[in-house]
């Protein structure tokens, strides 16, 4: 399985983003998609997340600012960043686990480390 994330970049407050996972390898019928972000001297926060059937859930901080979804003719997970805040700075990883968003298989996976991480992609937004 391999995820590779593009998009990143340096921005002013205000403009936007859109970042894309291109995701190999993988292939099971109930699955989650997400972006996670980690800031220096942050824990990592779920950015948002988009299961097999197209629901989708966002971090409490997105405010309706981001939007996620996927291109499966691309094999790609995309998130659209938009009104980017300085606050918003941080390194942005793609995931992939072998569960639906938020069940147990979910939650164990992401606590054991058993999902697939990409290298990250960072983004920077200044005042």
């Known amino acids: 399985v391999k995820l590779v994330e593009s998009g990143g970049g340096s921005v002013q407050s205000g403009g936007s983003l859109r970042l894309s996972c291109t995701v190999s390898?993988?292939?099971?019928?109930?699955?989650?998609m997400g972006w996670f972000r980690q800031a220096p001297e942050k824990e990592r926060e779920e950015v948002a997340i988009?299961?097999?059937?197209?629901?989708?859930s966002y971090g409490a901080f997105v405010q309706g600012r981001f939007t996620i979804s996927e291109d499966r003719d691309k094999n790609q997970v995309l998130l659209q960043m938009n009104s980017l805040e300085p606050e918003d700075t941080a390194m942005y990883y793609c995931?992939?686990?072998?569960?639906?968003?938020?069940?147990?298989?979910?939650?164990?996976?992401?606590?054991?480390?058993?999902?697939?991480w990409g290298q990250g992609t960072q983004v920077t937004v200044s005042s």
């Open positions: 995931a992939a686990f072998r569960f639906k968003c938020y069940s147990a298989g979910y939650w164990n996976s992401l606590k054991r480390g058993e999902n697939y």
């Open positions: 390898g993988f292939s099971h019928s109930s699955y989650c």
């Open positions: 988009i299961n097999f059937d197209g629901q989708a």
